[in-house]
């Protein structure tokens, strides 16, 4: 059972960057792709970024600008999304998943109870 643990978010003002990271209590997350996901109160949950088990692929939602990096240190089983120039938009929780493919949707089996990020103007 893959047990997924987000952290790094918290209050931060508009301009600001923002790395978040998602571990895992259980086994490690080398064999699994991984992705990241956020939902602002009264939306749907919005893809942001995929990356494969390997890290040598990498996919991004539309409404991603650049200003989104996923990355993943396998050894520390853990994996990575960089937030640059927050916005006031940004606000949502973000969510963590592992699956053994890198969708965009959120067919995912395995999810973290996510970590809330609020950017103030």
């Known amino acids: 059972q893959v047990q997924l643990v987000e952290s790094g978010g918290g209050l931060v003002q508009a301009g600001e960057s923002l790395r978040l990271s998602c571990g895992t209590s259980?086994?490690?997350?080398?064999?699994?792709?991984m992705a990241w996901f956020r939902q602002a109160p009264g939306k749907e949950r919005e893809f942001l970024a995929t990356?494969?088990?390997?890290?040598?692929?990498?996919t991004y939602g539309s409404s991603v600008t650049g200003r989104f990096t996923i990355s993943r240190d396998n050894p520390k089983n853990t994996v990575y999304l960089q937030i640059h120039s927050l916005k006031p938009d940004d606000t949502a929780v973000y969510y963590c998943?592992?699956?053994?493919?890198?969708?965009?949707?959120?067919?995912?089996?395995?999810w973290g109870q996510g970590t809330q990020v609020t950017v103030s103007s």
């Open positions: 998943a592992a699956g053994h493919r890198a969708l965009t949707t959120p067919e995912y089996p395995y």
């Open positions: 990356i494969t088990a390997s890290g040598k692929a990498t």
């Open positions: 259980g086994g490690p997350l080398n064999s699994y792709a």
